[in-house]
């Protein structure tokens, strides 16, 4: 990502990425009913992703003689689909995602990351 803004332990970014999706239109259950191969019904798009990001970093952990700070990090993003299906529902469109994870930098590292 891009940072935006950081603020002593918190942190704004600009998050965006390219990615492949399928998905699969038709049940296995279907499939084996009118013999369909395991392709038939899945429906693939690149997907482009855009969106915003914000981690707050916590207080610094001690263990096994190592130094880390750890994290909560939520994103949002705003998914462009373009879906090839043709002669079918135009599935085109947007989809919005919000992620949350939590995590740890060690000590040297998140020095370093700080010097940036």
Request: with cysteine.
């Amino acid at each position: 990502g891009y940072e935006l803004l950081r603020r002593k332990k918190h942190e704004f970014d600009l998050v965006g990425g390219i990615a492949g999706e399928v998905v699969d239109a038709v049940s296995d259950d279907d499939k084996k009913r009118y013999n369909f191969s395991n392709k038939a019904g899945e429906l693939s798009t690149v997907s482009l992703n855009a969106g915003l990001s914000y981690r707050r970093y916590g207080k610094l952990i001690h263990s096994d003689n190592r130094q880390a700070n750890n994290f909560i990090c939520i994103e949002l993003k705003y998914h462009f689909l373009f879906y090839n299906n043709p002669m079918g529902t135009n599935l085109d469109g947007g989809a919005v995602t919000l992620g949350v994870s939590v995590g740890s930098i060690n000590r040297k590292a998140w020095q370093n990351y700080r010097k940036l």
